[in-house]
């Protein structure tokens, strides 16, 4: 098998919900992500995907819907006072863990047909949740409350 690993990185707010402990409240991460690719063969470029395209359609995503902003339950009391303050904020149907953003990110890509096949998000300098599928594996409601 052949495997390509992008890196991007992205800044984010959240807490977390029926938790006991500092994510409990307000507060952000400088985030790497790992978006790992796999393909049993390569392209006619001698490829599995151009490190470009990685960067351009999922940073580009990143950038546009995640980053500098707050990411939240969707019944989270705290989504009706920054949606008055016209805050942006990016709504999961999950607690909003670094599990959560790493199937985020991963349904994502395999939306728009990259072979991903791990996302790892990075919460910080030595803490990291990973996501990944097997083809049997019938993962339930999409873990993104705003479709993207
Ligand atoms: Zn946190």
New binding site residues.
């Given amino acids: 098998m052949y495997k390509v690993t992008k890196e991007l990185r992205f800044c984010y707010g ?3 919900l029926n938790y006991q402990g500092i ?1 409990m409240h307000p ?3 400088n985030s790497k992500v790992e978006v790992e690719l796999t393909l049993s063969s390569l392209d006619e470029r001698h490829m599995v995907v151009d490190f470009g395209e990685i960067k351009g359609t999922i940073q580009g995503w990143i950038d546009e819907k995640i980053d500098h902003k707050m990411v939240l339950h969707k019944d989270d009391p705290l989504v009706k006072v920054l949606g008055e303050l016209h805050e942006p904020m990016f709504l999961l149907n999950t607690n909003p863990t ?1 599990e959560s953003l790493a199937r985020l990110i991963y349904e994502f890509a395999a939306s728009k047909g990259f072979p991903v096949s791990e996302v790892r998000l990075w ?1 910080g300098f030595t803490s990291y949740a990973s996501y990944s599928q097997s083809k049997h594996e019938v993962a339930g409601e999409a873990v993104a409350y705003s479709k993207p």
């Fill in positions: 959240h807490r977390l994510c507060h952000g991460h670094a919460e």
